[in-house]
């Protein structure tokens, strides 16, 4: 496929594809197995779980592993606790701050609060 043309950014999209692909060929030429899984507590990609999340309105984590996990009653490892967290801040947590953004703009406003 010939470059010329290309943005550097569909550049950088089409060398990292091509890099995946190879990574992923080269696995398998090796007898490895590939998976998109998360981790051994939720076997499934990290978009699949948003998904699973958002449609379920999952608001913790302990929620989150006993509808969505492998292990329900696992407490989960440095790599789903994070993402987790970063995908209910993502749905719950946006809306309360500019909530209480708001709140306090209005208070000001009316002089009931005082500013330091």
């Not at 592993?65 to 790599?79: P, S, V």
């Amino acid at each position: 496929m010939p470059l010329v043309g290309l943005s550097p950014r569909s550049y950088f999209a089409l060398t990292l594809y091509q890099i995946t692909a190879l990574f992923n060929a080269e696995m398998k030429k090796a007898g490895h197995t590939l998976n998109n899984h998360l981790c051994a507590h939720f076997v499934m990609s990290r978009a699949d779980l948003f998904s699973i999340i958002k449609v379920k309105r999952l608001r913790n984590f302990n929620e989150v592993i006993r509808e969505a996990g492998a292990i329900k009653d696992a407490i989960g490892c440095e790599i789903c606790k994070p993402v987790v967290g970063s995908i209910l801040s993502s749905l719950y947590v946006q809306k309360k701050v500019c909530l209480i953004t708001v709140t306090n703009i209005l208070i000001r406003s009316l002089g009931t609060m005082s500013t330091l």
